[in-house]
């Protein structure tokens, strides 16, 4: 019997990353130059010693599915030991999407009454943080609790987007808030549960509503013992272009908390990018690079300054990026540059193109919600032609083609799409 | 083609390595900045589509078999692929260590019947070079010969330092038959020579290697073997004209390195596609390289765990290596985890694992004279430090220098050591 099964949903649409999150789960989406979101959950389940997990997935898996494979990079391979991928299956409805949390594991009851657990830890795979859920486990079983979460203290002008848990002095939540506009605490809820197996499994079964912070937490708190957690540290939900951005630039600030070395965060380093047939990266005699992330099979022949750049991307002569997330084999041509852009891979910046510039003071006007800090972003394998230049606030479409450009010079908040698609 | 075996002869030392061979054998030696030597030899295999891999090794063997495993990082996992290291073992008669290249062959005769070959490749484990062994297959099978060897056009005048062939013109750039073969000659106009791979028919292999095992003394293919089989059997040579880097000397080693770098390197890594083994030395486990705000790189590599604040030319940097503020190094290679603190400076420098510079240290200063114990090795300016060394601080050192391995700080009894000196 395995005392800890760890439950993990990965099927998270990423909206708001827009054309990052179109081809993939948000989860997928790469980080930090070497990794994806879902390595800083997996690498904590791995280092605090859980050994049993059930990803499940949803929106556009594949990736993700490639990312996990057998789960040996996180040493879920073992006797006692695995990861196991659970999309949605048809049940006794014709196609049984997961509508919520809760949801999502009713769907699995028979998986986790398989593996026998004596409780569930259920994550999402959305966010960039280490946490040690041994400690958590341990919390929960001192306090003789039948479902503790995760909560950590967030500035009140944000808990407008959190579960909001009001606690008594032993941490016991005693009231909960979903998502209020004006809260009473500002201690919100991370998403991470530990539940009691049989606790979980009966009120999963006793009830129909699909969402464990709008329903089924809310009705446990009269006759059941549910506590908070307390979590401090480094914590992001990379959900918006802009936090995905910052977050990559924490990198390069040893003071911001996030430390991949220090977290033991791990990859799966054998699936598409090929980590495994990558070189050193390699600067030339001309090249310069400052405050930076450099991965393996870089070649850097202009200039790179704080940056994040992913394997296989190439700096032409006189090339300038700054401060930049440039995703796998992107190619920077000579004597363009790149400020404040996010590139995904296999992106194509043309001989003497100019990416960001301009005022960032107009957002796109297409998605304004998602785009107004400045940032330029490109979708994976968009051709960003010779000599163009590309205004701030500008999304430019997945595969784009010289062809898709009405003209050479793009003001800021533009959209670039492919002529004769909606993608 | 799992019907070619291949045979990596992995196993030597090499004196002239000097501390850089201590622990490991040659073909173990860290190489380019992630590598290890034989990496390049099984990713040609790999990319060749030879499946089937015996490795030949007997000295300090632990990193070797560390590396390769079980042979999955290079795809030799599967139900008719493999790889197997081939250690010195017992026998009824008694126990043999392997005594020269075709004696360890000799002694793994029934490794090779229990493969059923249809053609057997020998090759040496300690050079880098990218090479598709299939167009010298074809050539090998076409003229059906018994024995066909690679070789390379040369200078005459080095023919000393290799196994020189002269081979005659009836394929042209191709190859043609081998007519003459001189192992070391003092003097010879042989313009050919040997890069140790040779594709054998089997029979023909365990008959010379069965005649030759009648004598005593160690049994080298390049020294006993084929000079006996010249005139006997049909022998091609088969010409190769791409790059070839050797790692036999200190100097060669250094060279090979630097050959990664600069504007078009002489090895354009990414085309050759060498794979490593990822697991040994936490390699995947490490983050990307991070890369200071006053840092100054030029005309270097470096892979994931490297972080650099400092200034670094001309230099190889392996996984982990750390260069604080203030510090500098030139021409040099720095192998896992080394770490070079501020106000460092270094030149033309091998330093091994886990080295420590401490402080203000200043390595490859003052004139170039040869190293006094080991002139031959190291006269060209190379300073060598032995793994987990660590250099106190303020620490000057000349050029052609060498540290033993695991000295501690307390063993320095001087602050300043001429060119020249060894220090154990």
Request: net charge negative; charged share 25%.
């Amino acid at each position: 019997m395995n005392p800890t099964l760890v439950m993990l949903l990965a099927g998270g649409v990423g909206s708001r990353l827009n054309i990052m999150g179109a081809h993939r789960a948000k989860p997928a989406v790469p980080f930090g130059g070497v990794y994806r979101i879902i390595d800083f959950t997996l690498s904590n389940a791995m280092n605090s010693g859980l050994t049993t997990i059930g990803v499940l997935t949803q929106y556009k898996p594949l990736s993700l599915m490639d990312h996990i494979g057998t789960g040996e990079p996180w040493d879920f391979i073992g006797r006692t030991r695995g990861a196991k991928i659970l999309p949605p299956r048809t049940g006794q409805m014709d196609s049984d999407w997961y509508k919520g949390t809760a949801d999502a594991m009713r769907q699995n009851i028979d998986f986790i009454e398989s593996n026998a657990p004596e409780r569930v830890l259920i994550l999402s795979g959305d966010h960039i943080y280490r946490m040690d859920y041994a400690a958590l486990i341990a919390f929960h079983t001192e306090k003789r609790a039948d479902v503790s979460i995760g909560m950590m203290t967030v500035p009140w002008e944000e808990t407008q987007h959190f579960g909001i848990g009001i606690t008594d002095e032993k941490q016991r939540i005693v009231d909960w808030e979903e998502k209020p506009e004006k809260a009473r605490n500002n201690l919100a809820s991370m998403g991470i549960y530990v539940f009691n197996t049989d606790y979980l499994l009966q009120a999963l079964r006793s009830q129909k509503e699909h969402d464990f912070g709008m329903h089924i937490i809310p009705a446990a708190l009269k006759n059941d013992r549910v506590y908070a957690y307390p979590f401090k540290g480094y914590w992001r939900d990379v959900g918006t272009l802009k936090a995905y951005w910052e977050a990559n630039m924490d990198l390069l600030d040893e003071s911001s908390g996030l430390n991949l070395d220090a977290w033991r965060l791990r990859t799966n380093v054998e699936e598409e990018g090929l980590l495994g047939d990558r070189k050193p990266a390699i600067v030339t005699p001309a090249g310069t690079v400052k405050n930076s992330v450099i991965s393996p099979g870089c070649v850097i022949k202009g200039h790179v300054e704080n940056s994040i750049l992913s394997p296989g991307v190439v700096v032409e002569a006189s090339a300038t990026v700054t401060a930049s997330v440039v995703m796998h084999d992107a190619i920077i041509g000579a004597g363009s540059r790149v400020d404040q852009c996010i590139l995904d891979k296999l992106v194509q910046v043309g001989a003497d193109a100019q990416l960001g510039v301009g005022s960032a003071d107009l957002p796109n006007r297409d998605k304004p919600k998602h785009l107004s800090s400045g940032l330029v972003v490109a979708g994976k394998g968009a051709l960003i032609p010779t000599g163009h230049k590309i205004g701030r606030n500008t999304i430019l479409y997945p595969w784009l083609k010289a062809e898709d450009y009405p003209k050479s010079d793009i003001p800021p908040g533009e959209t670039i799409r492919k002529s004769g698609s909606d993608y | 083609m799992k019907r070619v075996l291949a045979l990596v002869l992995a196993g030597g030392r090499v004196d002239e390595l000097s501390v850089l061979t201590l622990s490991r054998p040659k073909s173990a030696l860290p190489f380019g900045g992630m590598y290890r030597v034989i990496d390049f030899c099984l990713s040609n295999l790999m990319h060749s589509g030879v499946e089937n891999v015996g490795i030949l090794s007997q000295y300090r063997s632990f990193s070797l078999i560390n590396h390769v495993g079980i042979g999955s990082w290079w795809d030799f996992v599967g139900r008719d692929r493999g790889a197997t290291l081939l250690l010195p073992s017992q026998h009824h008669k008694g126990s043999d260590w392997y005594n020269g290249t075709a004696d360890a062959v000799f002694q793994n005769l029934e490794f090779i019947h229990e493969q059923h070959p249809e053609t057997v490749l020998i090759l040496s484990g300690d050079h880098v070079y990218k090479m598709n062994y299939l167009p010298m297959l074809d050539y090998h099978r076409k003229k059906d010969a018994d024995l066909t060897i690679c070789f390379a056009s040369i200078d005459a005048k080095q023919g000393q330092r290799f196994g020189v062939a002269e081979i005659d013109d009836e394929d042209g750039a191709t190859g043609g038959r081998m007519v003459d073969y001189l192992e070391k000659p003092a003097r010879s106009s042989h313009r050919w020579a040997s890069l140790t791979i040779f594709l054998f028919k089997p029979d023909v292999l365990y008959k010379v290697l069965t005649e030759r095992s009648l004598g005593g003394g160690t049994r080298e293919f390049g020294r006993d073997v084929l000079p006996a089989m010249l005139g006997k059997y049909k022998i091609y040579g088969y010409k190769f004209d791409g790059y070839w880097g050797y790692t036999r000397t200190l100097d060669e080693y250094w060279q090979t390195n630097m050959d990664l770098l600069g504007e078009e390197p002489k090895i354009p890594l990414q085309e050759w596609q060498v794979r490593t083994n990822l697991d040994h030395d936490r390699l995947r486990d490490r983050p990307p390289a991070k890369i200071g705000g006053n840092a100054r790189i030029a005309n270097s590599c470096f892979y994931n765990g490297c972080e650099i604040e400092g200034e670094v030319q001309n230099s190889i940097l392996f996984p982990g290596v750390k260069v604080r503020k203030g510090a500098s190094v030139r021409d040099s290679i720095l192998f896992f985890d080394t770490v070079i603190e501020e106000g460092v400076s270094i030149d033309r420098t091998i330093a091994d694992f886990d080295v420590r510079v401490e402080n203000g240290v200043q390595v490859g200063v003052g004139d170039s004279v040869a190293n006094r114990e080991y002139p031959n090795l190291l006269h060209s300016g190379l300073t060598l430090i032995g793994k987990g060394a660590q250099l106190p601080a303020g620490l000057e050192l000349g050029k052609n220098c060498i540290v033993a391995p695991e000295l501690k700080a307390t063993h320095f009894e001087r602050n300043h050591y001429e060119s020249g000196t060894t220090i154990t």
